[in-house]
């Protein structure tokens, strides 16, 4: 994991969950892997074990991370296909609804939305 900035907006043991999966999705957790241990995380970033503890616990209840008694915790098999099923139905629920509305009070086009970089885009 890298240096973080922990926001104020949500409760640190979500935004470390919310790192584990980022990472699942971006392929850098992949199945069989191991997560870096309580103590260590806890340490590297000076959080309660507590609260480390807390966001795998999140993570194994969803089952995208199993225990494994004196080894750690593991991501399991189909890990990624959950998450990005999960994160697809809870951005059309929650966060494309107001990215729509955005575009419409904006008056973008689809032209404009998908060449950002080309003729609309910063020069």
């Known amino acids: 994991m890298n240096a973080v900035e922990w ?3 949500a409760p640190i043991y979500r935004q ?10 971006d392929g850098i957790l ?14 590297e970033y000076q959080l309660n ?12 209840d969803e089952q995208l991370v199993e225990k494994r008694r004196g080894l750690g915790m593991y991501v399991t098999e189909g890990a ?5 099923q999960s994160e697809r139905e809870r951005f059309l ?10 575009i419409q009070r904006l008056g973008l086009n689809i032209e ?3 060449d950002p970089k080309g003729k609309w885009g910063p020069k």
């Open 49 to 60: 074990p507590i609260t480390v503890s807390r966001a795998y616990q999140e993570l194994a």
């Open 16 to 25: 470390l969950k919310e790192r584990v999966v980022a990472m699942m999705l």
């Open 80 to 84: 990624n296909a959950r998450l990005l």
């Open 30 to 43: 992949k199945p069989g892997d191991a997560l870096p241990s309580v103590r260590q995380v806890a340490a």
């Open 93 to 102: 629920r929650e966060e494309w609804p107001l990215v729509l509305e955005r």
């Open 112 to 114: 404009e939305l998908m």
């Open 7 to 9: 926001s104020d907006s």
